[in-house]
Structures are given as C-alpha cells and as structure tokens.
C-alpha cells in the first residue's frame, strides 16, 4: 500500500516535531512493509510570509487529493499584531471547513509513569483516559453574522452561534460510535439551561441515542463539567460538545495528561467506525511555541501519537498505530523524558533523541 500523505509543518517548533513524526511513520513503513508518498505544504505564518495568505487555493486543493494531512502548528509574534488582514489561524479554520472536518477528536490519556507530572495531585489524575469529541466547524467560530461595527454609542461586536440538527446529528453519532468502541459512556456537554443552540443540540443528541442502547448517556452542563473534569476526571469516558466549548474544555483536559506535549488530535470528516478510511488532519494539540524553536527541546511525542491517530482513521492500520503507542508507552518506561515531563531520577532528552528512541522501539530495536 502507498498512502498519499499532505504534510504541513508551519511555525516555530512545528518543523521540529513533524521531522520527528515523519522519522517515526518511515519506522512504521519499514516494519510493516508501506510507504508513504509526502507532499510538503505552507501552511500559517511562513505561507503569509510566502504567499500572502494563511492557505492558498493550491495548497487546500492539494489536501483534498490526500488520503490525510498532517499538520504540526501555526502561529507566532510575527504574526499577531490582531489589526493584521491576515492571521495563521486563519489558515486553520480554512483547512477545517474546507476539508469538511466537523469532528475534532482529543484523546486524554494520563499515563502512570507521568502522574507527577500534572499540577493535580497523582490520586486525581491516576487513570484518567477520556475522549473530546468537538464540533469543529460550526458554533461561534463559523455562524453569521461575525462583525465589528460602529454605532452613534460606540463601538459593537457580533458572533453568532448557530447549529442544525443535521450538524448535531453527525457529531452525536461520533460520539456514541467512539463510545461504542471504548467504555460505553457518553457526556454530553452543553448549556441547556441558557442557550437556545443548546437545547436543539440536547434534543437531537437523545433522539441519536436510540440507536445507541448499549451506551450510557448523560447531559452535563459546561460549567459543571469544568469542575468536574477537575474534580474527577476518571468519572469521563467520551465527551461530546460543540466547538467553543470543546476548545476551552480540551485546554483543561490536557492539563490532566501533565504536559500538551504529550496529547494528539484529529480532526475528521465522517463517522469513524473499525476498519473504514476516513479523511482527516492530524495535529499535536500544543502550539507553535516560537521562544523554544530551533533548541531540540521540546516534546516530539504529541505529533508522534498523532500520527498513529492518522494511521488508525485514515488508513485503518490499527496493529500499526497500536505500534506507535506502545512504542512511546515502553520508551517513557525506560525512563526518558523530554523537559517538560522530567523528573527526578529519570534521562532528559531533547526532541530529536525522542524521536530516534520512539522509531528504534517501533522497529523493536533498544
Ligand atoms: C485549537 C486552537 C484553535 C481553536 C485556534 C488556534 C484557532 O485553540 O485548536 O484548540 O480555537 O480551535
Ligand atoms: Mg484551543
């Protein structure tokens, strides 16, 4: 098999931690006899710089004749001046919406040898393996009207959320099929006491669930879910929720992992369900971190995992991205740790190292 692959490193550390997810899928390939066809793309600041927009025609029209996009980070002080026409982030919204990918799946999971690496004390985030499945391309982020203006009074703004019940709908059923494929308990997360878009999304989410007997439902609203995720994390299994509030409560899970170094994504444009393909973009949740570019510092395993996220979903090599995580599973049980998961007694590596010990295990080598 040749799997047709768009590779997008971006900004700061984004080329460093992509060469490391690259040198870990070769590893793959090697093993289980695949290759990989990869075409490089611009993507957030450095395609400003280059091109004058944060994704050009060319490079979306080229995504789109993928089986899967990989993607590291966009973003950086160069680019931030808020007055500026163009935003790297808006080069990440382009390729959400025009690659059609509503689902936006991030696994949280605490590793036991990483326990006291979390803020939150080791018998709070021990065990902690949960799922956000977010809306990703609709709410706040894409509903109209979206504007500035100015009144007689001063100054106004707009944003408007907005969400079908054909938008719930598919996002529910990625919900409970993740669900389905894991410990059978589904949260849904809205603000049904307030929001008109979240009553719809409550009433659509319960008509989806009687396909779905076998799974355990309940509503939750965000800002007990907030506290909850804090106060017991290991209560969660899947979380279903529209796009703003999965961006603010994915921020917050990632802090039970210890370090964003260390968490995935992927952003999908249908249902996942065994053994089919679907088409997705795989990024690490961390950003570009422009103070720590070009120092081999920071954590490759992020990126890494993401890359197994894109050979299970993509590519339905499920023995293959089982390699990937077990291989990172027995490396941090030999004890390396990049910085920001060091601790006392164990090796401090930096990016590329990481890598090379991640792909080596992969390959079943020391
Ligand atoms: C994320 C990020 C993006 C978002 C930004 C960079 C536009 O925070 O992927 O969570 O808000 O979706
Ligand atoms: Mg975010």
Not at 70 to 97: C, F, N, Q, S, T
Not at 296 to 317: D, F, H, K, Q
Not at 328 to 338: M, S
Not at 339 to 347: E, Q, R
Request: hydrophobic share 40%; net charge neutral.
């Amino acid at each position: 098999m040749k799997a047709k692959l768009c590779v997008l490193p971006g900004d700061g550390v984004g080329p460093e931690v992509m060469d490391e997810g690259i040198k870990v899928l070769e590893s793959v390939g090697k093993k289980f006899g695949y290759s990989f066809d990869l075409h490089h793309g611009l993507i957030g600041g450095v395609a400003i710089d280059a091109e004058g927009t944060a994704l050009s025609a060319d490079t979306l029209q080229m995504c789109q004749s993928m089986d899967a996009v990989l993607l590291a980070a966009v973003g950086g002080p160069k680019w931030d001046d808020p007055k500026a026409r163009v935003h790297p982030e808006d080069g990440l919204l382009a390729l959400r919406k025009g690659l059609g990918l509503f689902a936006n799946l991030r696994p949280v999971k605490t590793f036991d040898m990483l326990v006291d690496a979390s803020n939150l004390k080791p018998n709070v985030v021990k065990g902690v393996d949960l799922v956000v499945v977010r809306e990703l391309t609709g709410g706040l982020y894409f509903g109209r009207p979206k504007r500035q203006w100015t009144t007689s009074r001063g100054r106004r703004a707009v944003d408007t959320m907005s969400y079908s019940e054909q938008e719930i709908e598919r996002i529910a059923r990625v919900g409970f099929e993740m669900a389905r494929a894991r410990r059978k308990k589904l949260t849904s997360v809205d603000k049904a006491n307030v929001l008109q878009t979240s009553r719809l999304w409550r009433e659509v989410v319960h008509e989806v669930a009687k396909g779905y007997p076998d799974i355990e439902l309940d509503d939750m609203l965000v800002d007990a879910t907030s506290m909850r995720l804090i106060q017991n994390p290991t209560y969660f299994d899947v979380i279903v929720t529209e796009n703003t509030f999965g961006d603010i409560l994915t921020d917050e899970a990632s802090m039970l992992a210890g370090s964003m170094g260390m968490l995935p994504s992927a952003s999908i444009a249908g249902v996942p369900k065994k053994g089919v393909k679907i088409f997705g973009m795989y990024e690490p949740i961390h950003g570009s971190a422009p103070r720590r570019a070009g120092l081999n510092m920071v954590n490759p395993i992020a990126t890494i995992v993401s890359v197994g996220m894109m050979l299970r979903y993509s590519l339905a090599l499920d023995k293959e991205a089982d390699a990937i995580d077990r291989a990172v599973e027995a490396v941090l049980k030999d004890g390396y740790r990049t910085y920001d998961i060091m601790s006392d007694g164990k090796t401090k590596v930096g990016t590329k190292e990481m890598g090379d010990l991640i792909a080596r295990k992969v390959l079943g080598k020391q």
